[in-house]
């Protein structure tokens, strides 16, 4: 059974930061790519970050290029966001996904949902203006 589960979300201040990981298993970690999107209330799910199945590309949205950065550890099946420079409209719940077995990067289709085959729980993050 594949699981994903996120964690590290919580309530920090502007321009703050945040660590969020996702532990993998039931799934050969390093033969997919990991993802993070996030969905605020009212709003649809977004892309934010992908990462390729060694971590030598990445790919991000433009609201997070800059302040965000997605890597992932292969010996500890984790997938990382470190949050930095937090904004109000960062709040939201955080995913991280996982695509089906592929390695490289194509930023037409890492950004959409349908490209991943698993999700986790999510996590929240809230920033304080």
């Known amino acids: 059974q594949v699981q994903l589960v996120e964690s590290g979300g919580g309530l920090v201040q502007f321009g703050g930061s945040l660590r969020l990981s996702c532990t993998v298993s039931?799934?050969?970690?390093?033969?997919?790519?990991m993802a993070w999107f996030r969905q605020a209330p009212g709003k649809e799910r977004e892309f934010v970050a992908a990462?390729?199945?060694?971590?030598?590309?990445?790919y991000y949205a433009d609201s997070v290029k800059g302040r965000f950065t997605i890597s992932r550890d292969n010996v500890q099946n984790t997938l990382y966001l470190q949050m930095n420079s937090l904004e109000p409209d960062d709040t939201a719940v955080y995913y991280c996904?996982?695509?089906?077995?592929?390695?490289?990067?194509?930023?037409?289709?890492?950004?959409?949902?349908?490209?991943?085959?698993?999700w986790g729980q999510g996590t929240q993050v809230t920033v304080s203006s």
């Open positions: 996904a996982a695509s089906g077995p592929s390695k490289d990067l194509q930023p037409t289709l890492v950004v959409t949902s349908g490209f991943y085959n698993y």
């Open positions: 039931g799934l050969t970690f390093i033969s997919h790519i």
């Open positions: 990462i390729s199945w060694i971590g030598r590309s990445t």
